[in-house]
């Protein structure tokens, strides 16, 4: 196992803070809902894809950044009347319709970053993506990718990173059925968090509200949840 120094607490909240100005254009709120027209909703995300509506919800306050192509009336809206259209049960429909356009798809997920990594021994190694071994979920990251081999040389279980700059990356975990409660997938989220942390970035995890297995694998690997969620709207252009 690495030599880990452990991060100080304001570090973490800088960290996070210099990311979240970065993808959001402004961070942290303003008020209780800050609108942000923001051109970074304009350029591919990591993967590629175009995604004009990206905002984080926090005790704080929730920031939204919009992209004016895409949301041109957003400017006009009132904030208050978007608030309150987030905080309803159906808002993967109501978002989409307040802007007139049901082909939109809106969902939000448990944001969650890093208090300090649980001391776990490193338990994977780092391969490239395109290693033949690697199934096929772990392919369309944009990096490097943490793997433990079975006794067969099989995979076990990995962790992907989506980098979305120098400054952030989130981790996602999968274990095959035969592997499951060993605490592989706590171990290599925990591994991959100091690794990410000894760059200089924040380590992110994000999970569905009712995927509580991912959740114990976040607070075992050192991601308290803190109230903070991450909301999208993605849509499929014309053409």
């Avoid at 027209?37 to 990206?54: F, M, Q, T, Y």
């Avoid at 096929?136 to 943490?146: I, K, S, Y």
């Avoid at 706590?186 to 591994?191: E, N, S, Y």
């Avoid at 569905?208 to 694998?217: E, F, I, K, L, T």
């Amino acid at each position: 196992m690495k030599t880990y120094r452990p991060i100080p607490a304001a570090e973490i909240e800088d960290r996070l803070t210099r990311f979240l100005e970065s993808r959001l254009g402004t961070w942290p709120p303003r008020e209780t809902l800050t609108l942000n027209p923001c051109p970074l909703r304009d350029e591919p995300a990591w993967d590629g894809s175009i995604r004009p509506w990206v905002g984080i919800e926090s005790p704080q306050g929730t920031v939204i950044s919009y992209s004016e192509k895409v949301f041109p009336e957003a400017a006009n809206l009132d904030p208050v009347t978007v608030e309150d259209e987030l905080m309803q049960s159906d808002a993967y429909m109501t978002i989409p319709r307040l802007f007139g356009r049901p082909d939109m798809h809106f969902g939000r997920a448990v944001f969650r970053y890093i208090d300090q990594p649980a001391d776990f021994p490193d338990a994977g190694e780092w391969v490239p993506r395109d290693d033949p071994r690697l199934p096929d979920w772990l392919r369309p990251f944009n990096g490097d990718v943490l793997v433990v081999w079975d006794e067969d040389g099989k995979y076990a279980a990995g962790v992907g990173l989506k980098r979305h700059n120098d400054l952030g990356a989130e981790i996602a975990v999968g274990t095959e059925p035969q592997h499951r409660g060993k605490g592989l997938a706590r171990m290599l989220v925990a591994q991959a968090a100091r690794d990410i942390l000894a760059e200089g970035g924040i380590p992110m995890y994000l999970h569905g509200d009712h995927n509580a297995a991912s959740g114990r694998v976040a607070d075992a690997a050192g991601f308290p949840d803190r109230g903070w969620h991450i909301i999208e709207v993605r849509f499929t252009p014309p053409g």
